[in-house]
C-alpha cells in the first residue's frame, strides 16, 4: 500500500487554455508540449487503515483548506477506482519552485497518480494514467508519456475517457534545451483553471484561440519532426502570446507578466535578429522559457545574464514520462504495457 513516483513538468510548445467541461477537466482544445528533465516531483504516497484523515505534505508543508480538498478529490477517484476506503500519507518534493507558472501541478499530478494507482495494485495503461492525471490539472495528462507529447482534446464528454496524451517522438529526438529564467519569487497571482474560465467568460478573442488550436498542433508535430527549429519557435512564439492575448483582454484582464519578462522578449528577439536559433514560451507565471539547441546554450545563457531583475536560470532537456521508484532507487514505467 505504498509507492514512489518521479514525475517531470512538461512545458507547452502550443498551449493548452480552456475548459469544455470543468469537473471532468476537459479541455477546449489539444495542446503540444515536451516533457523536460531536469526538473522533478518526486512522491510518495501511503495507504493506511489507521488513519482518520488524508495527510499532504508539499516540500514539507501540511495541506490544508481548498488544496487539501482538491488533492483529497483527487485520490478519492483512486480509491473508488480500486475499491479502497482508506486514508493516506503523501510526502511530495519539488526540486525546482512550486505553483509559480513552472508547471509544477503537472509533474505533482502525474507523480500523485502513478504513486497512488501502484500503492493501490491498480496497474492502469499509459492512457488510463494520462486520463487520471488530466482529472487533477489538464496539463498533468502530457507529463505521463515523455518526450514529445501531443494531447488530444478527445470528444466523449461523458466520461473524458478519450481525452489522453500520446507521444509522437521519444525524448532523444531532438536534443534541445530549455532555459527557464525566473523573474519573481513566490507563487503565481491567479491560479490557471480560474483565469481560465474568466477568459473564456468575458475575453473577446478567448475563441479565437481555441479556433486556432488544431493548426498549430500540426505545424508544430511537423516541426518537431523534422527537427526544424526556426519552424517550431515560430509555432510556439504564436501559440504563446495568442494565449496571453486573451488572457489579457479578460474583463478585467489577467496579466502574468512582469517587466523582466517583457525584458526578456526583447532579448530572445534580439538574439535571434542576430542570427542565435531561439525562442521563448511563457506560461501562467512571469518566468520565460527559453528554448535552443544544446550547443547554442551558453552563448545563450549569457545573452539573458544581461536582462537585470532575473535572479537564477533552470536548464532542462527533454525528458521520461513518469516512473516509480523501486529498490535500490531504480525505476521503471509506471504503466502496464
Ligand atoms: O494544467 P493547468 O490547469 O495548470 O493549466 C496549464 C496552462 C498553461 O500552463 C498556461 C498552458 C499549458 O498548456 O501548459
Not at 488510463?128 to 490539472?137: D, W
Not at 470528444?155 to 507521444?167: C, I, S, V
Request: a neutral charge; aromatic letters at 8%; hydrophobic letters at 45%.
Amino acid at each position: 500500500m505504498k509507492a514512489t513516483a518521479v514525475a517531470h513538468p512538461n512545458i507547452a510548445l502550443v498551449k493548452y487554455w480552456g475548459k469544455r467541461h470543468v469537473d471532468l477537466n476537459l479541455p477546449s482544445a489539444g495542446s503540444l508540449s515536451v516533457t523536460l528533465a531536469g526538473m522533478k516531483t518526486r512522491t510518495t504516497v501511503t495507504f493506511d487503515p489507521q488513519l482518520d484523515k488524508d495527510i499532504i505534505f508539499i516540500n514539507d508543508r501540511v495541506q490544508t483548506g481548498r488544496r487539501l480538498e482538491r488533492l483529497s478529490a483527487f485520490i478519492d477517484r483512486m480509491r473508488s477506482m480500486a475499491g479502497v476506503g482508506w486514508r493516506v500519507k503523501v510526502n511530495s518534493e519539488n526540486d525546482f519552485p512550486t505553483a509559480a507558472g513552472l508547471a509544477s501541478s503537472s509533474s505533482g499530478f502525474a507523480a500523485l497518480a502513478a504513486a497512488g494507482c501502484a500503492a493501490l495494485n491498480l496497474e492502469p495503461t499509459r492512457e488510463q494514467l494520462s486520463v487520471l492525471a488530466r482529472l487533477g490539472s489538464g496539463s498533468a495528462a502530457r507529463s505521463v508519456p515523455g518526450g514529445f507529447v501531443e494531447m488530444l482534446p478527445g470528444d466523449e464528454d461523458a466520461d473524458g475517457t478519450d481525452a489522453f496524451a500520446e507521444p509522437f517522438a521519444g525524448y532523444a529526438h531532438w536534443d534541445l534545451r530549455c532555459i527557464i529564467a525566473l523573474t519573481a519569487r513566490g507563487e503565481k497571482s491567479v491560479g490557471s483553471t480560474e483565469a481560465m474560465l474568466h477568459t473564456a467568460d468575458t475575453s473577446p478573442y478567448f475563441e479565437a484561440f481555441v479556433d486556432s488550436v488544431p493548426e498549430d498542433i500540426k505545424r508544430a508535430r511537423e516541426a518537431v519532426k523534422a527537427r526544424d527549429f526556426l519552424a517550431l519557435g515560430q509555432v510556439a512564439e504564436h501559440s504563446c502570446l495568442k494565449f496571453h492575448a486573451s488572457a489579457i483582454a479578460a474583463k478585467p484582464g489577467i496579466l502574468y507578466w512582469n517587466g523582466q519578462t517583457i525584458g526578456l522578449i526583447h532579448r530572445v528577439r534580439r538574439m535571434r535578429e542576430e542570427g542565435v536559433k531561439v525562442f521563448f514560451t511563457i506560461d501562467a507565471g512571469p518566468h520565460v522559457k527559453v528554448f535552443c539547441e544544446s550547443a547554442a546554450l551558453s552563448a545563450v545563457r549569457e545573452f539573458l545574464k544581461a536582462v537585470p531583475g532575473v535572479h537564477d536560470f533552470i536548464v532542462a532537456k527533454p525528458g521520461p514520462g513518469v516512473r516509480l521508484e523501486v529498490e535500490n532507487g531504480r525505476l521503471i514505467p509506471a504503466w502496464r504495457s
